[in-house]
């Protein structure tokens, strides 16, 4: 099951985003019966918050948010168009905000960045079943 979310450039597309991704991941339990934890519900639109924040706030132009959910796993994509890729900082907890990509790597179960000209695609895979979530 896919979807696909394109992101205005506007503030108000990262909630829009942690909706779709909600209404997405709904759809997935009550219309194919895929097994989606409220723990997981809240672990995809919380990366889903982190990864389009930081398409906002750092890509000019178009992205997308593109959904894939097979029994077990959820794998949450963003696409953008700045060519630069994200670099992890040191964790450092009196710093104040950049921590976005810190928390991502923390809940995913992988992550990958990959360039895609003219930007890049930053994809996330997480399962979806409450036990095999990494507690925060």
Same mark, same amino acid.
């Given at each position: 099951?896919?979807?696909?979310? #394109?992101?205005?450039?506007? $503030? ?5 985003? =942690?909706?779709?991704? +909600?209404?997405? %991941? ?12 409220? =723990? @997981?519900?809240? &672990? ?6 982190? %990864?389009?924040?930081?398409? =906002?706030?750092? +890509? ?11 029994? $077990?796993?959820?794998?949450? &994509?963003?696409? /953008?168009?700045?060519? &630069?890729?994200? &670099?992890? %900082?040191?964790? /450092? ?14 809940? @995913? ?9 003219? $930007? ?6 997480? #399962? ?9």
């Amino acid at each position: 099951m896919d979807a696909v979310f #394109p992101l205005g450039g506007e $503030g108000a597309s990262i909630a829009d985003a =942690r909706n779709f991704a +909600a209404a997405f %991941l709904g759809r997935a339990r009550d219309e194919h019966g895929i097994p989606v934890s409220s =723990r @997981a519900m809240d &672990t995809v639109q919380l990366i889903v918050s982190e %990864l389009v924040t930081n398409t =906002r706030k750092y +890509a000019p132009g178009p992205a997308r948010l593109l959904l894939h959910i097979t029994p $077990g796993t959820a794998q949450i &994509t963003v696409w /953008d168009t700045a060519p &630069t890729l994200p &670099t992890p %900082l040191k964790t /450092d907890p009196s710093r104040i905000g950049q921590h976005g990509l810190e928390i991502v790597k923390m809940l @995913a179960q992988d992550i990958s960045v990959v360039p895609d000209p003219p $930007g890049k695609r930053i994809t996330v895979r997480l #399962p979806l079943d409450r036990e095999a979530l990494p507690t925060p």
